[in-house]
């Protein structure tokens, strides 16, 4: 079992920077692959990053949108993952949530175990 609690999220203006943190309990928090997936108002959930589980392998996969702004990482001493967004646009604004797999690294959802609350990014124009 894996809790995962999010923070970092606010309000920035477009072009600014976030760092989002996820905090996992649970001792096996560096077996998982980890993820952050967004949700936009009236919009489906859509798949953002990915790291995996290893960090000697460290496999991070982006969505085109945020891929050369967004940078995850995770710190498995601390149990925390990361994602440093920078460049923001209004475009997104979303609900940001931090997931947890067991398996490999995936893009879909459906595939995580574990779900965080979320935290809300918005960017102004």
């Known amino acids: 079992q894996v809790q995962l609690v999010e923070s970092g999220g606010g309000l920035v203006q477009a072009g600014g920077s976030l760092r989002l943190s996820c905090a996992a309990s649970?001792?096996?928090?560096?077996?998982?692959?980890m993820g952050w997936f967004r949700q936009a108002p009236g919009k489906e959930r859509e798949f953002v990053a990915t790291?995996?589980?290893?960090?000697?392998?460290?496999?991070?996969y982006y969505a085109d949108s945020v891929k050369g702004r967004f940078t995850i990482s995770r710190d498995n001493a601390k149990n925390t993952l990361y994602l440093q967004m920078n460049s923001l646009k209004p475009e997104d604004t979303a609900v940001y949530y931090c997931?947890?797999?067991?398996?490999?690294?995936?893009?879909?959802?459906?595939?995580?175990?574990?779900w965080g609350q979320g935290t809300q990014v918005t960017v102004s124009s």
């Open positions: 790291i995996s589980w290893s960090w000697t392998d460290g496999n991070t």
């Open positions: 649970g001792r096996t928090f560096s077996r998982y692959t």
């Open positions: 997931a947890a797999d067991l398996g490999g690294v995936t893009t879909m959802a459906s595939e995580y175990d574990y």
